[in-house]
Every structure is written in C-alpha cells, then in structure tokens.
C-alpha cells in the first residue's frame, strides 16, 4: 500500500509567522503535487514538482522535493490570514493520473 | 479557459437508491479521475479514465462504476447507496495519456448525502 503521511495534521499560527509542512513516504513519486482546498470547495493545484531536490518558489511559498523522490515539504514565510485552509500533497505514481494523498494539514491564521 | 466542470453539486439521497455524477473535463483533456473525500479518509482514489478505456481502480466495491465518452466527458455511478457513501465527489482532469509531471486538475465536486 502506498502511503504518504503528511504533518503536521492542525496548525494553527499567529499572522506573520513561518511554518513548513512536511511529507513523506516510503515510496518514490514521479512527481508530486501541493494543493490548497477551501471549504465546499475542489482542490485548487499550487504547484507540480517533478526533479529530485527541485525547489520551487510561489510568492511566500517554497515547495522542495527530495533528492530521492519521496518526499517534499512546503514553507510558507510570513503566514497572511488569507492563507488559512487545507493544504494537500498528493504524490503520482509511474505512468498513471491516480494520485495519493496525504491527509492534508488544515492551516490557521489568526489575524 | 473553462475548469472542470461537475453537476449536480449537491444531491440527497436515500440509502439503496443510486446516483449518478457528471464530469466535463478541461477542453483538450483526455484523461479523467474520480476521488472520493470524507472526513476520517481523506481523498481516496476510485478510477481513471482515459479514452473512454478504464485505466486504474482504486480499492472501492463493485458499486462504484464509471465511465467516458468520445467527447471525454465522464460519469460515475453508485448503486445500492448506504449511509457511508455520503461525500465530496471529485472529478478530475489531465491533458494527456498521463505521465511523469502530468499536472491534474480538480472540479469544485459534488456533495453526495445519502440519508
């Protein structure tokens, strides 16, 4: 079974702060996807990384993938109330448009 | 460029009815997964399809079935409906035969209550 365990699951942080959420598996990804979904809402893609140990830069956000293609963390820098929400990573394996998911972390913060 | 398009976004259903979900894909996608989203389970992956060929199934009953037409518009179905089946129902779409770096984009889903 193909897991991705992503932590950590709550977190909850005052305006202004750093914070990184990490994922991890034992398992190798072709490439890996971060998502943010709002509540009654799908998941809205935040970027695709395909290269191990690539990094990639979103305004206030830094997404890396390891070196071997098993894990990535996401660190957003000086958190903004509007980045409250449910942040995803879902890993592809091989040839194929399934997606695993981790179980997300729920992201708040206070103003 | 129109998103992925689901329909209906909510429904209400009894238990042992069926239901049926819509997905319209990005123009030019040819590639089509359905997830499932609960609470205590997350995103769950139920199938994939591309060129109206069943490409994956995730670990889901015979209940769950789908399907693609020529125009890459899918549907799913589940039959025999229980309590349990109540969920976010997320279609999903990619612009080619899936491979390395193939970015998948979501719908806004359809909420499945089963009462």
């Known amino acids: 079974t193909q897991l991705l365990e992503q932590s950590p699951q709550f977190l909850s942080i005052q305006e202004g702060e750093n914070l990184t959420v990490y994922c991890n598996s034992s398992s190798v990804f072709s490439s890996l996807q971060w998502y943010r979904q709002e509540p009654g809402e799908g998941p809205v893609l935040l970027v695709t990384v395909v290269t191990g140990g690539e990094v990639k830069k979103l305004k206030r956000l830094t997404f890396q993938f390891g070196d071997a293609r098993k894990d990535s963390s996401l660190h957003i820098t000086a958190a903004q109330p509007g980045d409250t929400g449910l942040y995803l990573c879902?890993?592809?394996?091989?040839?194929?448009?399934?997606?695993?998911f981790g179980q997300g972390t729920t992201l708040q913060v206070k103003p | 460029k129109a998103g992925v398009t689901q329909t209906p976004r909510y429904l209400i259903k009894t238990r042992g009815q069926q239901v049926t979900l819509s997905c319209s894909p990005i123009s030019g996608h040819r590639s089509v997964s359905w997830y499932q989203q609960t609470p205590g389970q997350g995103l769950q992956f139920l199938f994939e399809?591309?060129?109206?060929?069943?490409?994956n199934k995730g670990n889901f009953p015979g209940r769950f079935s789908g399907r693609q037409f020529s125009n890459s518009r899918s549907e799913m179905n589940v039959s025999t409906l229980e309590l349990g089946d109540s969920a976010l129902y997320l279609c999903?779409?990619?612009?080619?035969?899936?491979?390395?770096?193939?970015?998948?984009?979501f719908g806004e889903g359809s909420w499945l209550t089963v009462v």
């Open positions: 999903a779409s990619s612009l080619a035969e899936p491979s390395s770096g193939n970015t998948i984009y």
């Open positions: 399809y591309f060129s109206e060929t069943q490409r």
């Open positions: 879902a890993g592809a394996m091989g040839n194929t448009g399934k997606l695993i």
